[in-house]
């Protein structure tokens, strides 16, 4: 069972690579407009408040599974996002 430590760790790490990308993408195709790669950091910021807001929440029964519903849409909204950074312009 991943902990919440951890599994805030991993949305972080995730999350905050996916911007990343974005802003390298937007650096490097300085002659291309960003309101695409904008709305991609945007929904990585709102899938990150969900995630972490769900992580928090304290009246789950079964943490365990929990915490791998939380981990699993992680893995969906992220490669969800990494799809969209790729078709990028």
Do not use: C, P
């Amino acid at each position: 069972m991943a902990n919440k430590r951890n599994l805030k760790k991993d949305i972080n790490y995730v999350l905050g690579d996916i911007i990343e990308a974005v802003q390298v993408w937007e650096l490097t195709n300085a002659e291309k407009a960003t309101k695409e790669g904008d709305a991609i950091i945007d929904e990585a910021i709102e899938v990150f408040d969900g995630l972490i807001a769900k992580i928090n929440d304290r009246s789950v029964e079964d943490k365990k599974a929990h915490f791998k519903a939380i981990n699993a849409e992680l893995e969906a909204k992220g490669r969800t996002l990494i799809e969209k950074i790729n078709n990028l312009g």
